[in-house]
């Protein structure tokens, strides 16, 4: 049996196709969350299927300890799209936020900064359930039963550019926010918002992550 950590809804799903989902009934679902934002090519996609099983035939799983060639090749397909020089992966948006918090605090300390800790996020936004990701969740319902949770995190008000001048001071690390809010009730961060967030951030030194 499975822990009942999550507030699973009454259906069980065995097989896909394309954007549909299909339980144990033959009764079938639009699926509208995608395996959250995993799916994104729906299911059972022949081509994906096919990619995914040629290379179950190669080789399954050898760690980031060593080196191995799809990664490799994503990899460089990422940071010519994205401009940026390398990328990390990592097996979750909880485990890519821990990873940001975590260099971004690291960035600081080997750049003579020890004093910029402070990672400033939104209220109403969600940034994971480990520990370090949801102490940069400013909401409280996610906090009930885990305190303490660890410090030297700060929220400010969703598309507020006042508070986050406010908030930024030479003891941040990094401003982290969503561009859309999705446990909010999908809510974008205005053009404004995010240019003052992208300006704020290189004038003073702090790191800007969108989640």
């Keep these: 049996m499975l822990l009942e950590n999550y507030n699973r809804a009454p259906v069980t799903f065995v ?27 729906g299911h059972a996609h022949p081509a994906v299927t096919a990619a995914v099983a040629e290379q179950a035939g190669k ?9 191995h060639e799809p990664a490799a090749t994503l990899a460089k397909q990422l940071a010519k799209r994205s401009g940026f020089e390398r990328v990390f992966f990592c ?6 936020n ?18 910029r800790k402070t ?11 480990t520990m370090g990701a949801l102490a940069a969740t400013a909401n409280k319902a996610y ?8 410090g030297g995190f700060a929220a400010i008000p969703f598309n507020d550019v006042a508070a986050l001048d406010a908030a930024l001071d030479e003891n941040t690390a990094a ?37």
């Design 15 to 41: 097989a896909g196709e394309g954007c549909e989902l299909i339980d144990e009934q033959g009764e079938r679902y639009l699926d509208c969350i995608g395996g959250i934002a995993v799916c994104a090519l």
């Design 175 to 211: 401003f982290i926010v969503e561009p859309v809010q999705g446990e909010n009730g999908v809510l974008p961060a205005t053009r404004e918002f995010l240019q003052a967030a992208r300006d704020l951030c290189t004038q003073r030194g702090v790191l800007l992550i969108f989640d």
């Design 91 to 96: 097996n979750s948006g909880t485990e890519a």
């Design 59 to 67: 080789l399954v799983h050898v760690s980031n300890l060593f080196g």
């Design 119 to 129: 990672i400033v996020s939104c209220e109403g936004g969600f940034h994971g359930r």
């Design 143 to 150: 906090h009930e039963g885990f305190d303490p949770l660890p």
């Design 98 to 115: 821990e990873a940001a918090i975590k260099l971004a605090r690291k960035f600081a300390h080997r750049n003579g900064q020890p004093n």
